[in-house]
Nanobody, 125 residues
Framework: VQLQASGGGLIQAGSSLRLSCTTS????????AGWFRQAPGKEREFVAAIRWSGLTTSSADSVKGRFTISVDNVKNTLYLQMASLKPEDTAVYYC???????????????????WGQGTQVTVSS
């Protein structure tokens, strides 16, 4: 399965944006799917994740209350709804899928075996 992230762009602080991640060659089925981001000169960091078991979600403290992760299994699409965007949210955003099961840590990139190519989000002040 391949992932394709889209929806990024250049927007003003305080605006909203929705990222999408679609699949080709398969479905999203796995243990979890997540969004990560990477700013220039920084490590890739966890943004949000959703577990297929119970569709429970988790998000980083820096985006809690502003970003929402969701999945549409009919459309095979993962979303990241972002609101009240700040300049520090500027980064390349990546979607990823984990096929590991058991006690996985959804906040670490090592958990995810399949990654999309990333979409740039730039928030101007």
């Amino acid at each position: 399965v391949q992932l394709q992230a889209s929806g990024g762009g250049l927007i003003q602080a305080g605006s909203s944006l929705r990222l999408s991640c679609t699949t080709s060659g398969g479905t999203f089925r796995g243990s979890a799917a997540g969004w990560f981001r990477q700013a220039p000169g920084k490590e890739r960091e966890f943004v949000a994740a959703i577990r297929w078991s119970g569709l429970t979600t988790s998000s980083a403290d820096s985006v809690k209350g502003r970003f929402t992760i969701s999945v549409d299994n009919v459309k095979n699409t993962l979303y990241l709804q972002m609101a009240s965007l700040k300049p520090e949210d500027t980064a390349v955003y990546y979607c990823a899928v984990s096929r590991d099961f058991g006690a996985i840590d959804v906040t670490t990139p090592r958990t995810y075996a399949i990654w999309g190519q990333g979409t740039q989000v730039t928030v101007s002040s």
